[in-house]
């Protein structure tokens, strides 16, 4: 089986597009092979089979026709089955309640398509479903008839297909998102019953596997996906529609083949959104150093104190509260008095200056009648005569509507005169671009508005802040993509590891965690947490920084909390070291650009032949030669996983042959595990960068 390194980027392809119509009748048995899929049957299976051509597997497609079941097989192995039993492969809800497809009772093979048809569990209703054969995938397409449905669903045996990834961010039992991402997917219970274009979690409608198969579900609407939910084995991916279920199953040898696939169909960065300083240097927000309690003095002596300290940065970005009402875009002059003497003191200690911005506009705003009264805000859904209200964690609020020119003029104009009065130089958008308590525009869809808000966004530096736009083809983008608000402990700093590896293998490779040592209102994150966090950011694309090393802030209370000098000069080694990697970084955003390919992704992607790199979820690969393996717990040892290879351990200068567990590594609060494939590309930079100790190794 070749790595993702020895083969070439997959040629982009289309969805392919399904037609319902007649069919002719059965084949006869025993028709002679062609060089192309085929299909036989016996007494209890018709099967397809695509046999293996120039980058592609082959794989069979086995359907069971007493109970119908999909059962992908490759190498004489399965790789991905339905569910059987009362659950179903093929499901709907009819009539308030759950049915499924069961016996097949026609099929077809024509042009090319598999077409099959069922009797269902519910009285005087079928299902038809086609499958339609490529080299390395297979279309599934299924519907119901002779009566209605107001869902459709795939179900999927977990184990059928070993380990499942992709998914974006997960709401789980365990907390998730904010305090739990299980990687693999399967091992935590994963439940959605809102995942869709308009969620604010970054999601995606793709999932793959260990065992390399992958599935790309192609709606714009809601979805509820379960994933091991109460521990139950399966897969449950349902559309909250009756109209006609499209999906592609994915067959590679490997599974950054099958990532490769999925880029195929929904496209790779056009840009990187971020520029090489915003890349080297983090942002300094201003949220979770004082979330709501914050005023003009305070953040000037916030990026005072950075500035002394000697803490690298590109931007000073004032986040929530410097308004005078949600949806104003004006100063409150009470706690900001002289907003431009602020600017300008930031920038001439060397920083950029930021504000936070959303398109929510809050009812007791002065602007919040102007734009009902100029029909500049959604529509409600169920009386589109009025605008949609929302609430959020900031009251209640219309959302400006971006599919009207006029409304997007209007917003526009204010936020630019913001940055020509108050010399603002880039913002960071926040809350969503639509709701679904909302109608859409006519003519577009909920998924247009990820669009929509992205095209707003593009005019504007974001300032490593990025923007939180997903949904099938958002990937072309290019933004940094940040991550949902996390706690301050360690639960959220391994979520926070979990999570971009998620995000970064649905097609985002500009990822970075939270604000280092969280954000969601919480105790200020500990000295050994917040430098933790800081070490493991380090070796990520991006830093995104607020709790200041040099002392925080109390949530509830608003008062300081202070951090020791060895706090600050932990946290300063990491952005330097960071800052050093730099340049190694910048080819990896050059190459992602160029191939789609993610920067931070799972040691299985580099190493798909090494069995124990499937369930790794405290290390990663950033980009083709840097392991990093930081503390992401208390205390001072954990196990290094090293895949096969020749590593050097940029710590103590020494070489060690892969595959290992390096057991008991020593990690002191000074230390952060990071190991180089002395073989890969950039080898040489990442070294150089990274290296405490010893002599660099040669590749030999």
């Not at 009362?86 to 026609?106: D, E």
């Not at 990937?475 to 979520?495: C, E, H, M, P, Y």
């Not at 509830?556 to 960071?578: C, W």
Request: overall charge neutral.
């Amino acid at each position: 089986m070749l790595s993702w390194r020895d083969r070439p980027v997959a040629i982009a392809v289309s969805l392919a597009t399904l037609t319902l119509g007649a069919f002719a009748a059965v084949p006869a048995a025993g028709a002679a092979p062609t060089a192309g899929p085929r299909v036989t049957h016996d007494a209890h299976a018709v099967t397809l089979t695509v046999p293996a051509s120039a980058g592609a597997p082959g794989y069979s497609v086995k359907v069971a026709t007493g109970s119908l079941t999909i059962t992908t097989r490759r190498g004489g192995h399965t790789v991905l089955a339905t569910a059987g039993g009362t659950t179903g492969g093929l499901r709907f809800r009819s009539g308030g309640a759950w049915q499924r497809a069961t016996k097949v009772t026609h099929w077809s093979w024509k042009n090319g398509v598999l077409r099959l048809d069922a009797a269902t569990t519910r009285d005087g209703v079928t299902a038809e479903a086609l499958i339609t054969p490529k080299p390395d995938r297979y279309a599934l397409s299924w519907n119901v008839k002779g009566g209605s449905a107001d869902q459709l669903g795939l179900a999927f045996d977990l184990k059928s297909a070993g380990h499942w990834y992709g998914h974006g961010e997960a709401a789980t039992s365990k907390g998730g998102p904010t305090t739990d991402q299980p990687w693999p997917l399967d091992a935590g219970n994963v439940h959605d019953s809102a995942f869709g274009p308009a969620s604010y979690e970054m999601v995606d409608p793709f999932w793959y596997t260990s065992s390399a198969t992958g599935l790309l579900v192609d709606t714009g609407e809601v979805m509820d996906v379960a994933i091991n939910d109460a521990n139950d084995g399966l897969g449950r991916f349902t559309v909250a529609s009756g109209g006609t279920y499209n999906a592609t199953v994915f067959v590679e040898s490997d599974p950054f083949q099958v990532y490769r696939d999925h880029t195929g169909v929904v496209g790779k960065p056009a840009k990187s959104d971020a520029t090489y300083t915003q890349f080297e240097k983090p942002l300094w927000n201003s949220w979770a150093q004082f979330y709501t309690k914050v005023d003009q003095t305070k953040l000037l002596d916030y990026a005072q104190k950075l500035h002394d300290n000697g803490i690298p940065g590109h931007t000073i970005q004032l986040d929530d509260r410097w308004e005078s009402n949600y949806g104003n875009l004006t100063f409150n002059t009470k706690t900001f008095p002289d907003a431009r003497a602020m600017s300008d003191k930031i920038h001439a200690m060397g920083y950029d200056f930021g504000l936070w911005v959303t398109l929510w506009i809050n009812l007791d705003s002065t602007n919040y009648q102007y734009a009902v009264d100029h029909g500049y805000l959604l529509k409600d859904k169920a009386d589109p005569t009025k605008p949609c209200t929302v609430s959020w964690w900031n009251g209640t609020a219309g959302i400006v509507d971006l599919a009207n020119p006029d409304a997007k003029a209007w917003y526009v104009a204010n936020i630019k005169k913001l940055m020509s009065t108050y010399g603002v130089d880039g913002f960071k958008f926040d809350t969503r671009f639509f709701d679904d308590t909302c109608a859409p525009d006519k003519g577009y869809q909920r998924a247009d508005y990820q669009r929509l808000g992205a095209q707003l966004a593009d005019q504007f530096d974001l300032q490593g802040a990025g923007i939180r736009v997903h949904w099938s083809g958002s990937q072309q983008t290019g933004f940094v993509i940040r991550q949902v608000d996390k706690g301050t402990g360690w639960n959220s700093l391994a979520a926070s590891v979990a999570q971009n590896l998620a995000i970064s293998t649905i097609g985002y490779p500009f990822v970075e965690t939270d604000m280092i040592g969280g954000s969601l209102s919480q105790p200020a994150p500990a000295k050994e947490v917040l430098i933790r966090w800081a070490q493991s950011a380090s070796l990520m694309p991006l830093m995104y920084s607020s709790t200041s090393p040099a002392g925080t802030n109390d949530p509830k209370t608003g008062k300081p909390v202070p951090y020791d000098q060895e706090t600050i000069d932990r946290y300063r080694d990491a952005v330097q070291a960071h800052g050093r990697l730099a340049p190694y970084i910048w080819d990896q955003v050059k190459h992602s650009v160029a191939t789609g390919d993610p920067i931070m992704r799972p040691l299985f992607f580099d190493f798909p032949r090494d069995a124990g790199a499937y369930t790794v979820s405290d290390e990663w690969m950033l980009g083709p030669a840097v392991l990093a393996a930081p503390k992401l717990s208390s205390g001072d040892t954990r196990d290094v996983f090293l895949p096969t290879g020749k590593w050097f351990d940029v710590n103590r200068g020494t070489v060690v042959q892969g595959p290992k567990i390096l057991r008991g590594y020593r990690v002191p609060l000074d230390v952060t595990p990071a190991f180089v494939d002395v073989k890969a590309a950039g080898a040489d930079k990442a070294i150089r960068a990274l290296r405490r100790t010893g002599a660099a190794p040669t590749a030999g």
